[in-house]
């Protein structure tokens, strides 16, 4: 149901005159429309000994222009970061950079954008998208390790059937893997239709990190996963700097508090950019409770603009 609403035009527009108020209610979520605002937020996190990674939204664009030109708006972001002196540690997707169009540009752009974040050392983590891209993606973060890049990593599902064979095979590489749980509705032929089932995956895939993994990000706001985790890697003896969490903007901010407390390393997913909408609508559409949320928001800000008139 949300990835179709996600699709409607008119849902777009109510969402973007309400939504990025200065009060709207997918602030909540969405750090800002700028990289400026983005960047105020990453100060704040840091102040609260939060680690941060920017994301500038967009996705699927449908021809190499589009995707030249978010290619040229990450190059920018670079810049603007090593200028602000935040960390420098980035999100993207490979369909935001043409993957849609063809892979060979995909490539190319992304290229554009490792050679100067190489330079700075930045991290780059590259985002997984629904499952017909899940084996490109996987074949495209491969050919660029081949070329030598090594300040990348890419995030796994752990709701499809074939990710603890991906796992085995980052692992091998010795890259980076982000585990998450899969934000996309897939079909059962691809994918556990049970949360139990994603659940006992992500387990197994996140002892499978911590043992042969390099620097793994366990990305996930489960409170029973995240125990797991931490009983895990001190039955191991693993430290804390060896491995990371990780959550999104705006969730679960009280269990970010309580790990950074615990000495862990806790990094923030910071989204922001104009094309925030698909990325608010897969929020919602995890968590029901959150449509409430937005719904008083909303009536809230309507109110007071009708007291303002
Ligand atoms: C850093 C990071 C990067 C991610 N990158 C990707 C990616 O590249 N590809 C991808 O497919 N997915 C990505 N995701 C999203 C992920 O797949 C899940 O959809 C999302 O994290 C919710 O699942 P969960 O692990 O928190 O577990 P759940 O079982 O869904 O939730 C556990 C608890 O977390 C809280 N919670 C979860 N979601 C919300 C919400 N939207 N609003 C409020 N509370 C909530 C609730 O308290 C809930 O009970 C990412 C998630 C994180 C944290």
Redesign the pocket.
């Known amino acids: 149901m949300f990835s179709t609403l996600s699709r409607s035009v008119v849902l777009k527009r109510l969402a973007s005159h309400y939504g990025m108020t200065p009060k709207g209610f997918a602030r909540r979520f969405i750090a800002g429309e700028t990289v400026e605002e983005a960047i105020e937020a990453a100060r704040a996190l840091d102040a609260r000994g939060l680690l941060v990674a920017l994301d500038y939204l967009g996705e699927r664009v449908n021809t190499s222009d589009e995707a030249a030109a978010a290619t040229r708006e990450y190059a920018r972001l670079i810049d603007v970061i090593v200028a602000s002196g935040i960390e420098r540690n980035v999100s993207l997707k490979l369909t935001q950079l043409g993957l849609g169009v063809d892979r060979a540009t995909c490539v190319d752009n992304l290229r554009r954008i490792l050679e100067p974040a190489q330079r700075h050392e930045f991290f780059v983590r590259i ?3 629904n499952s017909p891209y899940t084996e490109v993606t996987v074949e495209v973060f491969e050919t660029l390790w081949r070329l030598e890049y090594r300040n990348i990593g890419i ?1 796994l ?1 752990s709701s499809l059937l074939r990710t603890e064979q991906d796992v085995r095979r980052m692992n091998e590489l010795g890259a980076r893997v ?1 585990l ?5 509705k897939e079909p059962a032929s691809v994918a556990f239709q049970q ?1 139990e089932d994603v659940d006992a995956a992500y387990l197994r895939q996140m002892r499978l990190l911590l043992d042969h993994g390099v620097h793994p990000a366990i ?4 409170e029973t996963i995240i125990a797991e985790t931490r009983a895990y890697a001190a039955e191991r003896g693993l430290a804390n700097d060896r491995y990371e969490f ?3 903007y705006g ?2 901010r009280d269990l970010q508090a309580a790990l950074v407390a615990a000495a862990y390393r806790m990094r923030v ?1 910071v989204p922001f950019g104009r094309e925030w909408f698909p990325y608010f609508m ?2 919602l559409g ?2 029901p409770a ?1 449509i409430g949320f937005v719904l008083r928001a909303l009536l809230g800000e309507q109110a007071t603009e009708n007291t303002k008139r």
């Open positions: 985002d997984m998208e995030a599902q982000r998450v749980k899969g934000a996309y949360k990305a996930t706001h489960d990780q959550m999104l969730i679960r997913y897969r929020r995890e968590r959150n």
